[in-house]
């Protein structure tokens, strides 16, 4: 079964600094992989997906998410962050096989900025 | 264009009342999702439906029933509510795998 795992509930940072959300997801099987945002009392917005070929996929807001197969990991990173990046972030993943389209999600990161 | 819409926005039971939630999203799309969010675990999913006519378990059904009405619309049914399903639900759909995800606006629910 597929499931996927985000290692901090909580991720604190000064603005300007550089920070990673780290997401683990277990498959057998193929995956297509997201990273999803969710904005202070908003709905959740993609914010950047694997399907295949380059393993370093980027956003257009400056977040980047590297696909690492053997380690099973998308995290996400953005070098300096703002005070409007002060969001929870949510790893997904849906499992690549014929006819199924389950998509789960990670618990979520809450990332809070601060000046 | 309307996108994905859920009913209601709010709903307040008393432990053992029964209710569906409605979804109909306008954008031809294949699979439609059900999500309850909570603190601390995410998004959940409760039941998906991979196409028009057929429904699947997530990682968290019980208690829940669905419908795939047809291809716009993918209701929600709470047969006997429990405080343990005091939740934002959120529905989604999207057209492949690959795809983004349109989500509802969410339903607010709370379980006396």
């Known amino acids: 079964a597929q499931s996927v795992t985000q290692l901090d509930s909580q991720v604190p940072v000064f603005e300007e600094a550089p920070v990673e959300l780290r997401c683990n997801y277990s498959?057998?099987?193929?995956?297509?992989l997201f990273w999803y945002v969710q904005y202070p009392n908003q709905g959740l917005q993609l914010l950047l997906k694997?399907?295949?070929?380059?393993?370093l996929v980027e956003s257009i807001n400056g977040f980047e998410a590297e696909f690492n197969k053997s380690q099973t990991s998308f995290h996400l990173r953005k070098p300096s962050v703002h005070i409007s990046d002060t969001a929870e972030y949510f790893c997904?993943?849906?499992?690549?096989?014929?006819?199924?389209?389950?998509?789960?999600f990670g618990a979520g990161t809450r990332l809070a900025v601060h000046p | 264009n309307a996108g994905v819409t859920q009913t209601p926005k709010f709903q307040v039971l008393k432990t053992g009342q029964s209710m569906t939630l409605q979804c109909a999203q306008d954008?031809?799309?294949?699979?439609m999702y059900w999500y309850r969010q909570d603190p601390g675990m995410g998004l959940r999913l409760i039941y998906y439906?991979?196409?028009?006519?057929?429904?699947d378990k997530g990682e968290v059904p019980n208690g829940y029933n669905v419908s795939r009405l047809n291809k716009r619309e993918f209701s929600l049914r709470l047969e006997s509510a429990a405080p343990s399903q005091t939740s934002v639900y959120f529905c989604?759909?999207?057209?492949?795998?690959?795809?983004?995800?349109?989500f509802g606006s969410g339903t607010q629910l709370s379980v006396l």
């Open positions: 954008m031809n799309h294949n699979s």
């Open positions: 997904a993943v849906t499992t690549i096989s014929g006819g199924y389209n389950k998509l789960i």
């Open positions: 989604a759909s999207r057209t492949e795998p690959n795809e983004k995800l349109f």
């Open positions: 498959s057998s099987v193929s995956v297509y």
């Open positions: 439906s991979a196409s028009e006519g057929t429904t």
């Open positions: 694997y399907l295949s070929g380059s393993t």
